[in-house]
């Protein structure tokens, strides 16, 4: 396992990104920083540079003014990475859904992995999402290893590799 890997396993970092909700989802999230819920104890950092994050945490419907920012900051994360979509907004654009200036959910634009629902959702559901999404992570963490270590010996079993 690469040293990087073995650190970044210990303590994902996550990238929260508004896509133009009401706020109430964001508030919820900044109650499970605090203190009393400490989401950080589960190793959680929040940053906000995408080429440092893991999880993409997503809250609103999906302008069409964020919506290309919200592509770019997916694609500029390093895999493995996992996408989390919170509130009723992010799943279908809730109580914005098929207005003139939204693309209504997430998975409109950037693949989920994880759905949080409510509107907005409690700080114990942001929790619960929350630990799903590093589990994802995890997963997906370990399937890029073995890949990476054992791709020449799968290509060598297909008979496609090629040293020339
Ligand atoms: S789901 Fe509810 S609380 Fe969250 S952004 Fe939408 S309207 Fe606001």
Request: aromatic share 8%.
């Amino acid at each position: 396992m690469g040293i990087f890997t073995k650190f970044r396993k210990k303590s994902p970092w996550i990238l929260h990104y508004n896509t133009g909700g009401c706020n109430g989802c964001d508030i919820e999230i900044l109650a499970a920083l605090a203190p009393k819920y400490d989401i950080e104890r589960f190793g959680m950092l929040n940053r906000g540079n995408p080429k440092q994050s893991d999880i993409l945490l997503v809250t609103g419907p999906v302008t069409k003014r964020c919506r290309d920012v919200l592509r770019r900051l997916y694609l500029e994360m390093p895999e493995p990475k996992v996408v989390v979509a919170m509130g009723a907004c992010a799943h279908g654009g809730g109580i914005f859904r098929d207005f003139y200036h939204v693309e209504n959910g997430v998975d409109n634009i950037i693949p989920v992995d994880v759905w949080i629902p409510g509107c907005a959702p409690r700080v114990e559901a942001v929790i619960d999402g929350m630990v799903e999404a590093v589990k994802i992570w995890e997963k997906k963490t370990k399937e890029k290893e073995f890949m990476r270590n054992h791709s020449n010996e799968l290509l060598e079993k297909l008979g496609a590799r090629n040293d020339d």
